[in-house]
């Protein structure tokens, strides 16, 4: 593809991309087209496809089949010069933990080649990133938070056009993901195309786009609002059934995609074809004595996950 994906707003493109290890197929001959200054998120499970995904985006992998590009680049016969224009933040911490902060982003300047006032660089990461008071302090002994503020300094400190981040907040409290987010934005709106894998709910529900990816394939995308507001199930909560017995017998009827229990509420997923399904459940309750209140609701990225995932599997 030519320049003509940059102008029209597309940063990454792939179609029918592939990857195998042996007769294991990791990435399923999937189809991307990702738009640029915004953040975009892979949502699955561990041993989706979704870290081999990024690796092979950013040039680290070879496709076993397909093609994808990056600014219109290949990421075959042009992985260095992309390379030049991306951050890469991995899911494991990978920078020296015997370096001090400062040490870390000097190094990360020099292999990057940046010129220029490069130690004002570094002072505006430090900032940017709250490290002022880490700069002396070695990498090893901080605490996550600290290492994933120290990550994202690193893959962001050459100004990257693409960030990818792969399941960055794994292992940091609520607050510092809250604020690893606000600072995601801040970049998006200064220009970066970030695409981030996560298998956290509420993270894909802050992506401006999303592909849901369960055994390599892309079993779902959209915006978030649009992926809740056409899930193919009817969702029902359910108040009064929180005991054992409810939610055992309600799996077994076959038109039901899933029972999760919240509290003392059951969130039941059914097939949207079911015809009175409310007055269905209520009648099977009340047969093992259960006196319940039964409401329909809307649908959450969770149910989305679900019903996609679950229909992915039958081969539907």
Known sequence: MSGAAVSSGIAITARQLTRKFGDK????????????????????????????????????????????????????????????????????????????????????????????????????????????????????????????????????????????????????????????????FELAEAGATILVSTHYMDEAERCHGLAIIADGRVVAEGTPRALMESVDADIFEIEGADGSEAPRVIRELPWVHGVTQLGIRLRVLADRSTKDAAEQLRALLARHGIDARIERTDASLEDVFVVSTRREKRGD
């Open 25 to 184: 197929v990791a990435v399923d001959h999937i189809d991307l087209d990702i738009p640029s200054g915004r953040i975009y998120g892979f949502l699955g499970p561990n041993g989706s496809g979704k870290s081999t995904t990024l690796r092979m985006l950013c040039g680290m992998l070879l496709p076993s089949d397909g093609h994808a590009e990056v600014f219109g680049l290949s990421v075959v016969k042009d992985a260095e010069a992309i390379r030049r224009r991306l951050g890469y933040m991995p899911q494991k911490f990978s920078l020296w933990e015997d370096l001090t902060t400062d040490e870390n982003l000097q190094f990360i300047a020099d292999l990057y080649g940046l010129e220029g006032d490069v130690g004002a660089r570094i002072a505006q990461a430090r900032a940017t990133y709250d490290l002022e008071s880490l700069r002396r302090q070695r990498a090893g002994t901080m605490s996550g938070g600290q290492k994933q503020r120290l990550a994202l300094a690193a893959a962001t400190l050459h100004a990257p056009e693409l960030l990818l981040l792969d399941e960055p907040t794994s292992a940091v409290d609520p607050q510092s993901r809250r604020d690893f987010w606000e600072r995601l």
